[in-house]
């Protein structure tokens, strides 16, 4: 379980696709106080540490993951927003994000306001339902607010530190995201679909 808050952008530094796709990141995170077999959340996807330097540590993405998430598109150089798993006493300051990628939207739009940057995402109508204004999302593992939603996508505010601190700060129109819907949102529903 992850917060949503990132505390490292790593980089790829190697993707071997035979079997199951390799992939090597390197990061900023002590190697030394995380064990193989832990969990880090990889722009949104849990994965688990197989191997580990001093600066880096190796994951494997089965068909499935590639199939239901953005790892498929990553490449040697692509930004990667990292996040340990959420321990017992350490602070909630986002919301209670699990890393099982609901969909993969799109950036459609990123336009200035203010200091910061609206971001508008495309996606698909399985998402969308769970999606509120004001409500929480995580897009790549950042635990954003919803600020705006329309029939086929949303719109958050990125202020100057959340861009300088993850993948966004480099994003394009075009690119493709992965998306969590919030797991109250998602009991909410259920809850109310029982009749």
């Not at 191997?51 to 880096?56: L, S, V």
Request: charged fraction near 25%.
């Amino acid at each position: 379980m992850f917060t949503g808050i990132v505390t490292d952008l790593g980089t790829v530094r190697s993707v071997r696709r035979a079997g199951d796709t390799q992939l090597e990141i390197a990061t900023g995170f002590d190697m030394a106080t995380i064990p193989v077999g832990a969990s880090i959340a990889c722009s949104g996807v849990c994965l688990t540490v197989t191997e580990r330097g001093g600066d880096w540590f190796a994951v494997s993405a089965s068909a499935e993951t590639l199939a239901c998430t953005t790892i498929g598109d990553w490449r040697d150089g692509t930004r990667v927003n990292l996040e340990r798993s959420l321990r017992i006493g350490d602070e909630l300051g986002g919301h209670l994000v699990f890393g099982h990628v609901d969909g993969v939207g799109r950036i459609q739009d990123i336009r200035p306001d203010g200091d910061s940057r609206r971001f508008t995402f495309a996606a698909e109508p399985e998402v969308m339902r769970y999606v509120a204004v004001k409500g929480s999302i995580a897009v790549d593992g950042v635990s954003l607010t919803v600020n705006e939603v329309a029939d086929h996508g949303f719109g958050v505010n990125l202020i100057p530190h959340t861009l300088a601190v993850t993948a966004f700060g480099r994003a394009q129109v075009g690119d493709r995201v992965n998306l969590e819907i919030d797991m109250i949102a998602r009991y909410v529903a259920r809850l109310l679909s029982r009749d």
